[in-house]
Structure formats: structure tokens, C-alpha cells
């Protein structure tokens, strides 16, 4: 990869060892929709169960040419934390639960050596109903969709505690992956005629979504069995996971608000408009990713994954130099891509490991794990089925913030008033 520095006065060229050849490519790739895991197994089982889709037409894109690029695509390179098998989300849009509820289930294994599976879809059911609350109360002046942040988790868990994976999984009538369109339909289908006969009774508008998702992912337990003994959801996160959501926090880096002080992050996700992002400095961000996993810790991260070196071919991402080179990679090439919408905070995933220095060139990449379909293109039983692998300019100048335990970063808070 070439990089371009100025050096009193003077241009250096440092080549990204053999990649030099291949980053500055692009290569148009005629894509039929059918080939992918997305349409091959998670939207088959979604046929099988409601409709047959129609054949559609192939489309064009544009994206880096990574063949030929020694790529390190393979999680065994990696040092890396202990987290579950990755677990495809299917056709739903809750990305933001299955990652943090991953990063969770690490957290328990890090601090009580138990392994764990939290159920995801427990913590969607809940977050619906409250953004059908929020919807009601604010009469419609409320964003209702299946997206939502990494920190909605400790809100659900404080507030509805949390249930083992076995004991609701949100899979009924034989599915296998889930599928989240037509209930999402319905439940906004409903509350829009709520605000046109102006009907706001939020008793009766929550009962209704509950009927919904009941009829759809399944009523969820408010009683359960672990290990010889009965749980609640809220006995559960207390005393077995043994998890305290207030030891969490989120750390955000973007020039729009003051660093150093606990902003918004003014996205349609944060529905709530949540005001305790930790707003930091760039290098002080990467510095915390870095510090973070080397340290043992896993992060939930988000941000923007719809970018030209994202390749679904090689699962790695990287920022090629036809779109800006990695020395002009700051904090304001960074904001101006997030205030023009080229950067958007469109997918959450688990940062599990590290390969520090690749072949002696001075980056780092992270192991991320994911559960899109995106990261399911490669063969079931390859390596990398399941896993994305981040340069560190990608982290730097598209991943906008994370989920962290906050010992993680104790000297970053510190700078806080």
C-alpha cells in the first residue's frame, strides 16, 4: 500500500510490502442476486416458510482489488479473547444485540470463567416495546425500526433483566434463521394508525405490539431453569451472569461535539437520544481499541462497513489510497465523511483479537466477529466464515465508537471532569 508523507519538504514512499501493486485497483464485479449465504441460506429458509422470492436482476459495484494481496484473513493469526461461535442474525436488523450480546457473554467468561449464551432476540423483544412507549408517548415523534445501539443492551438488562439462549431463542415454526420484515410491518402498520385516529393509549398500544411479536418470535419466559435452579430475568443477570450494566460505557470519536466531555451520538439508532458517549480525541480512540484488546478485553463496535475495501471476497477491510492515504487519515477526514453521510452507523460487531505489526510494516489488524450474511460469503467450513478482518485505518477513519467495560479504560476517563 503507498503512502505519501512530507518530510521537510521532501516525499517518501513507504510501500505496504507486496500490496503496492494491488491497492491503488478498483474492479467492477457483476454480481448475480442468489450466490451468498444471505439469499442461499438465511432468505431460503425465509421461502421455505413464507413466499418464494423472484429472480433479480445482477447489478454493478465498485470495489478495491484485493487479489493477489497477502491478506492475514485467518482468525489463527490472531491473539484473541475467548467469545462464542459466531451466530448469524439472519434476516433481522439487530446487529446491535447480537454483537454487545456476544461482547456480554465474553465479559462473563473474562470475569466468572463461565460460558455462556444470552439470548439476542430477548433483548430485541424488549427494545421494541419500548420504542413502541417511546413512539406512543411522544405522539409518533419517535423513531420505530429494527435498528438500535450497542448500549441499548445494558438499558434492556437494567430494566428487564436478561434469559439464557436455550430458554428464548425467537425461532418458531421450524425457522432457522430469523426474520424480522413482516413483524416490523405490522408492529408500524399499528402504531401509524394509532397517530391517525390519534388514539394514544399506551396501555393498549403495548399489549398490542406484545400480541405482535408474540404471534411472530414467541412469548418470552418469565421463568427458567439453569443448572437445578429457577431464574427470573432479573435473578439471572444478577446472580448467575452476575453482570452489572452500569460498569459499561461508550466511547465515541467525533469532531461535531466537544471532545472530553459526554455528548449525543446524533444518529437515527440512538432513537433515545442518549447523552453518555464518552466523546474522545482520535488517537486517544485508537490508543483505547489497541490498549483495550491487547489487555484481554473484547469490544461491541459500530460504524460503516458499506465501503469499496470492504471485500466479501477476502473478509478484510482496509481503506485503499484511491479514497484518501493513510497519513491524511485524521480526525477531520473522519468528521467530514460522517457529516456528508459517507460514513454511517450502519452495523454493529464483536472485536475479539489483534495481530500486532503484520509482516514488520507497523499496523496493526483486529479480529472481528460478525453476524451479517456479509461475512458468510466464504465457505462454511473456511476459517474466516463469520469473521471480518480490520486494518487499523479502517477502525480510524470508519468505526465511530464502542462498547467497553470501563476498567478497560481507566486513564482515558480520568481526563473527564
Not at 446487529?95 to 466468572?112: A, D, I, K
Not at 420504542?131 to 448500549?151: P, Y
Not at 418458531?172 to 399499528?190: L, N, Q
Not at 454493529?348 to 499496523?363: F, R, T
Request: charged letters at 25%; proline letters at 3%; aromatic letters at 14%.
Amino acid at each position: 500500500m503507498k503512502r505519501i508523507i512530507l518530510v521537510s519538504g521532501l516525499i517518501a514512499f513507504f510501500v505496504f510490502g507486496s500490496q503496492a501493486q494491488n491497492v491503488n485497483k478498483g474492479k467492477i464485479i457483476t454480481e448475480k442476486k442468489g450466490k451468498s449465504f444471505y439469499t442461499e441460506s438465511i432468505m431460503k429458509d425465509v421461502r421455505e416458510v413464507e413466499e418464494k422470492l423472484t429472480e433479480k436482476a445482477p447489478y454493478l459495484r465498485f470495489e478495491m482489488d484485493q487479489s493477489g494481496m497477502d491478506l492475514p484473513n485467518n482468525p489463527s493469526l490472531y491473539k484473541t479473547a475467548w467469545s462464542n461461535p459466531t451466530k448469524s442474525q439472519g434476516n433481522a436488523g439487530t446487529c446491535w444485540s447480537f454483537s454487545t450480546t456476544s461482547f456480554y457473554e465474553s465479559e462473563v467468561l473474562r470475569q466468572h470463567n463461565k460460558k455462556v449464551e444470552i439470548s439476542e432476540i430477548y433483548t430485541a423483544y424488549c427494545e421494541y416495546l419500548e420504542k413502541a412507549r417511546r413512539f406512543i408517548e411522544k405522539r409518533g415523534n419517535s423513531t420505530f425500526s429494527e435498528g438500535s445501539e450497542g448500549n441499548a443492551v445494558a438499558r434492556i438488562m437494567k430494566m428487564y433483566g436478561a434469559v439464557p439462549e436455550e430458554a428464548y431463542s425467537g425461532l418458531i415454526d421450524g425457522r432457522k434463521y430469523h426474520s424480522h420484515a413482516k413483524m416490523v410491518e405490522e408492529m408500524t402498520a399499528f402504531l401509524n394508525s394509532m397517530k391517525t385516529s390519534n388514539a394514544w393509549n399506551v396501555e393498549f398500544g403495548l399489549q398490542t405490539i406484545k400480541e405482535i411479536m408474540n404471534h411472530y418470535i414467541g412469548v418470552p419466559p418469565t421463568g427458567f431453569v439453569v443448572e437445578g435452579k429457577t431464574y427470573t430475568p432479573q435473578s439471572y443477570l444478577k446472580d448467575y451472569l452476575q453482570i452489572n450494566p452500569n460498569d459499561y460505557i461508550e466511547i465515541l470519536s467525533y469532531k461535531q461535539e466537544p471532545y472530553w466531555q459526554q455528548v449525543e451520538y446524533k444518529v437515527t439508532d440512538n432513537w433515545w437520544h442518549n447523552k453518555d458517549y464518552y466523546n474522545v480525541a482520535l488517537d486517544d480512540f485508537m490508543s483505547a481499541v489497541k490498549n483495550a484488546v491487547k489487555a484481554g478485553y473484547t469490544l461491541s463496535i459500530g460504524g460503516d462497513v458499506s465501503e469499496s475495501g470492504f471485500s466479501r471476497e477476502t473478509n478484510c477491510a482496509l481503506i485503499p489510497d484511491y479514497d484518501i492515504p493513510s497519513a491524511y487519515i485524521n480526525e477531520d477526514a473522519r468528521q467530514f465523511r460522517f457529516s456528508n453521510e459517507t460514513t454511517t452507523d450502519d452495523h454493529g460487531m464483536q472485536v475479539i483479537g489483534y495481530l500486532e505489526n503484520y509482516k514488520g510494516l507497523g499496523k496493526d489488524w483486529y479480529l472481528i466477529k460478525d453476524s451479517s450474511s456479509g461475512s458468510r460469503n466464504v465457505d462454511e467450513n473456511s476459517p474466516d466464515f463469520g469473521y471480518y478482518f480490520f486494518h487499523e485505518d479502517y477502525i480510524k477513519l470508519k468505526m465511530m465508537g464502542f462498547t467497553v467495560h470501563k476498567d478497560a479504560v481507566k486513564d482515558l476517563l480520568k481526563k473527564f471532569k
